[in-house]
């Protein structure tokens, strides 16, 4: 399963950090918003291209779809949610 990092859009965020990563299976829509703060945000890697969906992901959603969500708190540090 790829881990997916994702940039705010729209300034940093006092919840995510402005950056965060979400472990996703391949089958899953693109992430368009922060799940913590509902921010828009853009994918820095990326290796599929799927069709997009605005579907709005919460966090507990993402626990409940099996989703990991991790915080990055420093260089190569996360932080589980
Ligand atoms: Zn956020």
Redesign the pocket.
């Known amino acids: 399963m790829p881990i997916y990092e994702y940039e705010?859009c729209d300034g940093a965020?006092?919840?995510?950090?402005?950056k965060?990563t979400l472990r996703r299976p391949v089958t899953a829509e693109p992430l368009t918003k922060?799940?913590?703060?509902?921010?828009a945000?853009k994918k820095l890697i990326s290796t599929f291209n799927s069709p997009q969906k605005l579907k709005p992901l919460s966090i507990t959603d993402a626990k409940k779809s099996g989703f990991t969500v991790l915080k990055k708190i420093g260089k190569g540090e996360y932080e589980k949610q």
């Open positions: 705010l965020c006092k919840v995510c950090g402005g965060f922060c799940p913590l703060c509902k921010r945000v």
